[in-house]
């Protein structure tokens, strides 16, 4: 609420408890109860942490919190003012570093290696984790490919002339293609790259499928699925996926994608949108704020795209890999899913940011054909899934939209809530 003028504005309305979000900033702010017996054991509010003594308690509290509970209403209005950090986040740049120094404790305390940093202006109250990788885990890399060679060719030259982590292998998955220069790229990049295996798929066209069989032949301890069709922006992209991913209660990590027009393709995945999902901030400038900054910072989303997804090869094997019933859509959030079915959380990083050429080599589900297929998977999907369904995204919040766009107000809801009593 804008102390001058009187009016409700920026609602923030937030996810259930979600610790990456946690450490990228201070999501839960002051709205915050706790038992009693929990404050008796760790002790109140610190006075080292002032200007962000509410961060380390919160951290302090969850870390030794048997359940968690999230209530999405509005329960109070956070009054703004011009000396506020609110409305003039430069005001009190301290509380910014205690902020810092909030989270490396956190990570300390609970045995995590790595480095905070404060994200620059205007992102103050914004921070970034970078995980220590003591050594470099082998990563495979999975691309699936028929003819495209433009494509995968950009993808490659990425992998090799512009990224920095070195210990990968590339197992191309060929399916089905029809053209003889296809064979030949394939042939020159392989004796070009040692680390470049060509294994070839015979059946139909079963995107699960092929992903699980190129998975087979992976020799790392991690898997990267990857289109053909992305290429690598930030050079630390693999770096940055696999630090994270070697976190004990991490199942898959996604990559921030951009369209070619650098607008966003992908910056995670909202589960519910139709009856089903989507990603999230679609359209947005690369380097929007989006909602609450989620596109620019490091956060729990129940899902998120295929497309570029890192996974421990133990928890691919543990989940039976994609499930080869969904042929073509589905595939990728049911996978996600059954990763936070054993207990794993699933994270978006915009740190690692890649170019998306988005249905270039398969085209878009636009025929009565695909049309048709894809609706059967989605109408599969929501008999696997419909807790989520139809309890709502745990990584969302129940006052957005589910028809339009994501992280926009319900505006049926928010006329409810503006009459209610507040």
């Known amino acids: 609420m804008d102390d001058v003028e009187k009016i409700y504005c920026e609602p923030h309305f937030k996810p259930d408890f979600a610790i990456d979000q946690l450490r990228s900033h201070n999501y839960i702010t002051h709205f915050f109860v706790v038992s009693k017996d929990i404050v008796d054991r760790i002790g109140n509010l610190r006075s080292e942490y002032d200007g962000s003594q509410d961060h380390d308690f919160i951290f302090r509290c969850t870390e030794v919190a048997k359940s968690i509970h999230h209530i999405p209403k509005i329960l109070y209005h956070w009054r703004m003012h011009p000396l506020s950090t609110a409305q003039n986040p430069e005001s009190k740049m301290y509380c910014y570093e205690a902020g810092v120094k909030a ?237 936070r079915k054993i207990g794993k959380l699933n994270v978006l990083t915009p740190f690692s940011l890649w170019y998306h050429y988005e249905s270039k080599s398969r085209g878009y589900e636009d025929s009565p054909e695909k049309l048709e297929r894809f609706n059967n998977e989605v109408a599969k999907f929501q008999k696997k899934w419909p807790e989520i369904l139809k309890n709502g995204d745990p990584f969302y919040n129940p006052n957005f939209e589910l028809k339009v766009d994501t992280f926009q107000l319900d505006l049926e809801k928010g006329r409810t809530i503006k009459q209610g009593d507040h």
């Not at 030949?184 to 699980?212: H, L, R």
């Not at 898959?252 to 994608?257: S, Y």
């Not at 989940?319 to 990763?339: H, I, M, Q, W």
């Open 103 to 339: 989270v490396q404790s956190h990570l300390k305390r609970i045995g995590l290696e790595g480095e905070v940093d404060m994200l620059p202006r205007p992102l103050f109250g914004m921070y970034k984790v970078s995980y220590t990788l003591k050594e470099e885990p082998k990563i495979s890399i999975l691309i699936p490919n028929m003819d495209h060679i433009d494509l995968l060719d950009q993808c490659i030259d990425s992998l090799y002339k512009l990224n920095t982590y070195r210990n990968f292998e590339v197992i191309i998955i060929e399916n089905n293609s029809q053209k003889q220069e296809t064979f030949d790229y394939y042939k020159k990049i392989s004796d070009e790259y040692p680390n470049i295996k060509i294994v070839e798929w015979n059946g139909p066209f079963n995107y699960s499928a092929i992903n699980n069989y190129g998975a087979k032949f992976a020799e790392g301890e991690y898997i990267l699925l990857l289109n053909n069709d992305t290429e690598m922006i930030e050079p630390d992209s693999l770096k940055e996926m696999v630090s994270i991913c070697q976190r004990k209660d991490i199942g898959a990590v996604g990559a921030k994608l951009l369209y070619e027009d650098d607008s966003v393709q992908h910056a995670g995945v909202i589960i519910g949108y139709r009856g089903y999902a989507s990603n999230a901030f679609t359209r947005i400038d690369r380097d929007s704020n989006g909602y609450m900054c989620r596109p620019l910072i490091t956060s729990n989303y129940s899902a998120v795209t295929a497309a570029c997804l890192m996974v421990k090869k133990s928890d691919f094997d543990q989940v039976g890999g994609l499930d080869e019933s969904f042929v073509v859509a589905c595939n990728d959030v049911d996978f996600c899913l059954k990763l």
